[in-house]
């Protein structure tokens, strides 16, 4: 079972589509060894170092929370079905009702083109709200999404990080 680390008024609200297999076991986001979330938040600024998936929880320091958008593990995102999306969407709105981040960022499109009901978005920022919150799409940072470079990904991480601080 993995735990979101969340509290009220957070600046960003990262959203993972669901926990793998390692994360859901160890009990700590992005715990995969191939998993770059860590690594690729430090490098776009979010965090003075590259925090240990042991310690996911320090993130809350900096203002940051975790959570996923669908709660069970899979060996890959893609396993999910459109039912499992949509039979999360409520908790989840919920969720963000209550917790009010100032942005979401879903890393990967599969969780907010089923929350949104959109049939295509682009990366990055989003126009419209969710649930009051203002809403940006990341690449996956996980080893299996090969479109990505580390560096791709640092760059679109680093636009978000760069609009924060406007």
Same mark, same amino acid.
């Given at each position: 079972?993995?735990?979101?680390?969340?509290?009220?008024?957070?600046?960003? $609200?990262?959203?993972?589509? /669901?926990?793998?297999?390692?994360?859901?076991?160890?009990?700590?986001?992005?715990? *995969?060894? /191939?998993?770059?979330?860590?690594?690729?938040?430090?490098?776009?600024?979010?965090?003075?170092?590259?925090? &240990?998936?042991?310690?996911?929880?320090?993130?809350?320091?900096? *203002? =940051? *929370?975790?959570?996923?958008?669908?709660?069970?593990?899979?060996?890959?995102?893609?396993?999910?079905?459109? &039912?499992?999306?949509? /039979?999360?969407?409520?908790?989840?709105?919920?969720?963000?009702?209550?917790?009010?981040?100032?942005?979401?960022?879903?890393?990967?499109?599969?969780? =907010?083109?089923?929350?949104?009901?959109?049939?295509?978005?682009?990366? *990055? =920022?989003?126009?419209?709200?969710?649930?009051?919150?203002?809403?940006?799409?990341?690449?996956?940072?996980?080893?299996? /999404?090969?479109?990505?470079?580390?560096?791709?990904?640092?760059?679109?991480?680093?636009?978000?990080?760069?609009? $924060?601080?406007?």
């Amino acid at each position: 079972m993995l735990t979101d680390i969340i509290r009220k008024d957070l600046e960003v $609200l990262f959203c993972g589509i /669901n926990p793998g297999l390692k994360s859901a076991l160890d009990g700590h986001h992005f715990s *995969g060894r /191939n998993n770059r979330f860590w690594k690729v938040l430090h490098h776009a600024g979010f965090t003075p170092y590259e925090i &240990d998936p042991v310690n996911d929880a320090t993130i809350l320091d900096s *203002g =940051y *929370g975790l959570t996923t958008a669908v709660a069970r593990a899979t060996t890959r995102a893609d396993e999910l079905s459109k &039912d499992e999306f949509q /039979n999360s969407m409520e908790a989840f709105k919920s969720k963000m009702i209550y917790f009010r981040p100032k942005y979401i960022a879903f890393l990967g499109k599969a969780a =907010y083109l089923a929350f949104s009901g959109k049939k295509q978005i682009s990366w *990055g =920022y989003q126009a419209e709200d969710f649930c009051g919150a203002k809403v940006w799409v990341l690449p996956n940072p996980s080893g299996l /999404n090969r479109g990505f470079t580390l560096s791709d990904l640092i760059s679109c991480y680093k636009e978000l990080f760069q609009q $924060l601080k406007l």
